[in-house]
């Protein structure tokens, strides 16, 4: 079986889609070890499998959840330490951040990946530290727009 996960809208995209299969070759032993390797090496540098969906939002304490595990993920991923703390204390607005989760649990009851929401902000809190300093204009952050960190 073969699967292709695209979107498609219009009836040339469906045909070029069928027909990336036409001529296909299973991957060699080797390749399946090498992107077996891979995975396993992304797998482990990810903190929290959060994808973002925001079904956790809205949040009472106004914690913005997805955010601060992508800021996390990006630490874990690419282990630029200094990088991502500066993120993290100037261009994270304060109010968003973990440290003011209560632990009311409204998040895990919806999250479709029954994350440990609580634990995991408590340990990324832990992690980036409670110093909260001030905002800086975020244009000097050179960040994305908020909700896509």
Not at 46 to 63: A, D, E, L, Q, S
Not at 95 to 115: I, N, T
């Amino acid at each position: 079986m073969h699967v292709i996960l695209s979107g498609m809208s219009a009836e040339d995209q469906l045909t070029d889609n069928l027909a990336t299969f036409d001529h296909f070759e299973p991957l060699s032993p080797a390749e399946n070890a090498a992107v077996e390797s891979v995975a396993n090496e992304l797998h482990r540098r990810i903190k929290i499998g959060c994808t973002g969906c925001r079904y956790c939002m809205p949040c009472p304490m106004g914690v913005d959840i997805p955010d601060n595990f992508s800021i996390w993920n990006k630490l874990g991923m690419f282990g630029q330490k200094d990088a991502i703390k500066a993120q993290w204390t100037t261009c994270f607005p304060d109010s968003e951040k973990a440290l003011h989760c209560v632990r009311c649990g409204k998040c895990e009851a919806v999250c479709p990946q029954k994350l440990p929401i609580r634990d995991s902000l408590a340990q990324l809190q832990k992690g980036a530290g409670r110093t909260v300093t001030p905002s800086v204009i975020a244009a000097r952050c050179h960040l994305p727009q908020r909700g896509r960190l």
